[in-house]
């Protein structure tokens, strides 16, 4: 069955310190990935995406991911996180010809120390 | 500039009454989705259209519906809100299948 897990629910990080959330999926067919962030009471925001080719994509705040084929993994990394980081992010991942359906993660909810 | 638009952005309703939400879109988009998020949850989608084609989620209620008048709009159908249909719904539009997905704000639903 497809799936995606975030096995962190919550991760507290210090300002400044670096940022890793981990999103592994299972599915069978070429994947294509996103990752969306959620404030309190919002809608989802794109922060990056992965379709083809380079495997490290740069996105939107800052934001770099790292498709691992051979790990099944499309982590979220961050150099240095601001306190305006905080917020839900969620993986997300649908299957090339499919209908188009994504699967997301139960998300990774960040909180920032000052 | 809003590209996916909701509203309202909270809407109350009493246990059993209709009630329909809103969504509209400036990006000529032709694929629009429903996702339905409860608290602490990943969203879940409910339906999509494919410019005039509507697609179903096999698990989703009878009880919701949905109609898109033109590429701009479309609109979510609760006939008989229960309790357990208290969430956030979340609007997305992609310009065609398996294409990035671009949400609107979300409408909050409480059912008293």
């Known amino acids: 069955a497809q799936s995606v897990t975030q096995p962190d629910i919550h991760i507290t990080v210090s300002e400044g310190a670096s940022l890793e959330l981990r999103c592994n999926y299972s599915?069978?067919?070429?994947?294509?990935l996103f990752w969306y962030v959620q404030s309190p009471g919002q809608g989802l925001q794109l922060l990056l995406k992965?379709?083809?080719?380079?495997?490290l994509v740069q996105g939107i705040k800052g934001f770099e991911a790292e498709f691992k084929r051979s790990q099944s993994s499309f982590n979220l990394r961050k150099p240095s996180v601001h306190w305006s980081d905080a917020a839900e992010y969620f993986c997300?991942?649908?299957?090339?010809?499919?209908?188009?359906?994504?699967?997301f993660g139960k998300g990774t909810k960040l909180s920032v120390k000052p | 500039d809003a590209m996916v638009i909701q509203n309202p952005r909270y809407q109350v309703t009493q246990f059993g009454k209709p009630v329909t939400l809103s969504c509209s879109q400036t990006?000529?988009?032709?694929?629009m989705y429903w996702y339905q998020q409860k608290s602490s949850q990943a969203p879940k989608l409910l339906f999509h259209?494919?410019?005039?084609?509507?697609?179903n989620e096999a698990d989703t209620p009878d009880n919701f519906q949905s109609r898109r008048p033109n590429t701009s709009f479309c609109f979510l159908d609760i006939r008989s809100p229960g309790l357990g249909d208290a969430a956030m719904y979340l609007c997305?539009?992609?310009?065609?299948?398996?294409?990035?997905?671009?949400f609107g704000p979300g409408t909050r639903l409480l059912v008293l």
């Open positions: 997305a539009t992609s310009r065609d299948k398996q294409e990035t997905q671009y």
């Open positions: 599915y069978g067919a070429t994947p294509y």
């Open positions: 992965y379709f083809s080719g380079d495997t």
């Open positions: 997300a991942v649908g299957a090339q010809g499919s209908q188009g359906n994504l699967i």
């Open positions: 990006l000529n988009h032709n694929v």
């Open positions: 259209y494919y410019d005039k084609d509507f697609n």
